[in-house]
């Protein structure tokens, strides 16, 4: 064996070794935990609540960064290209995992992420104007039907978007499209009237539907939410199928240690099983994810069917960034 092999085994070597000493004695600084929308929306409030519980078991602060821009794209952007060192994630969903590949991205959703946990599963929600003449899904299809091309529907990101035209899909009517840059003004013209149909999250929707300036038409999932269960499923309103998904995950650069992943999934996982967390979500319109999907085994599989699920239908929809 040459020196210069042997001198190159040793620097692989140092490498592994310094590599699994960073990994045992992580974190020794704060972590910036990136939220790729501005401050205030549901996203962020959800961020801080699980950074500041995460704070002591990792012994470290949790610093919110808010990147917004380009439906999330920017912000997932600069996680994919941090060093794999577990001091750069972001608190992720469908919009920025799933729904971004309108966009023109230079990274890979599948391939240059590491999935720290599923945190929660977030209704969707769609919501309309106080004084539409239709109180439920049933209701609304049959008005529609008998008043076409009348109803205004917000496209305000790439989950409202793909909503509408699987809706128009499965009732075989159609939308007027109307793009916002964002669920906060939309759900202001909502409640001024100037709009009729908006699909939001329900940590969104909630405190107008509970003060009575707007009303619920259905939950765009398959089951009703521990969180909401008052109102509906699509089902229930006579259109099986119209699901909608929302959620929020850890993700990591491709390539952080394992051990580091198991670290910040260890303190997630406590912070989520705290019942002040819990009784936060729950306010929100939030649902804790499983024990299951909360493992990065549980995240992965969880992104990889909403990827098999939606990609499709977002391509055949033709759905592009507005």
């Given at each position: ?16 070794v ?117 109180d ?22 790439a ?15 159609k939308?007027?499209?109307?793009p ?55 089902d ?44 936060r ?41 507005q």
């Open positions: 064996m040459t020196k210069r092999v042997v001198a190159l085994a040793l620097i692989a070597l140092a490498g592994i310094c590599a699994q000493a960073q990994a045992q004695t992580f974190p020794s600084r704060q972590i910036t935990l990136i939220v790729p929308f501005p401050p205030g929306g549901s996203t962020d409030v959800a961020a801080r609540i699980l950074a500041e519980r995460m704070r002591a078991p990792l012994g470290q602060p949790v610093i919110i960064e808010n990147v917004g821009g380009a439906g999330g794209s920017i912000a997932v952007g600069r996680v994919a290209r941090a060093a794999p060192d577990g001091y750069t994630i972001d608190i992720g969903q469908w919009d920025t995992h799933v729904g971004s590949i309108i966009y023109k991205l230079d990274y890979d959703l599948q391939k240059d992420f590491e999935p720290v946990g599923l945190i929660s599963n977030n209704p969707q929600l769609m919501v309309a104007k106080k004084d539409l003449p239709a439920n899904l049933k209701d609304l299809v049959a008005w529609m039907k008998a008043n076409p091309g009348k109803i205004n529907f917000v496209n305000q990101n989950a409202a978007n793909v909503s509408g035209v699987l809706f128009e899909k499965l009732t075989g009517q939308v007027h499209f109307i916002y840059r964002g669920a906060g003004p939309a759900m202001t013209d909502l409640v001024s009237g100037q709009v009729d149909l908006l699909v939001v999250q329900g940590a969104v929707a909630l405190s107008q539907i509970r003060a009575g300036k707007i009303k619920a038409i259905a939950n765009l999932s398959a089951r009703r939410s521990a969180s909401m269960p008052d109102i509906p499923t699509s229930e309103g006579g259109v099986p199928g119209l699901y909608m998904s929302g959620w929020f995950g850890f993700f990591a650069p491709k390539g952080t240690p394992k051990e580091v992943i198991a670290t910040l999934n260890k303190a997630m996982v406590e912070a989520l099983a705290d019942p002040m967390v819990k009784a979500f729950t306010e929100l319109g939030l649902d804790v994810a499983s024990r299951e999907q909360q493992t990065p085994q549980g995240l992965a599989a969880f992104q990889k069917a909403e990827i098999d699920k939606w990609w499709p239908i977002i391509k055949e929809a033709g759905v592009t960034a």
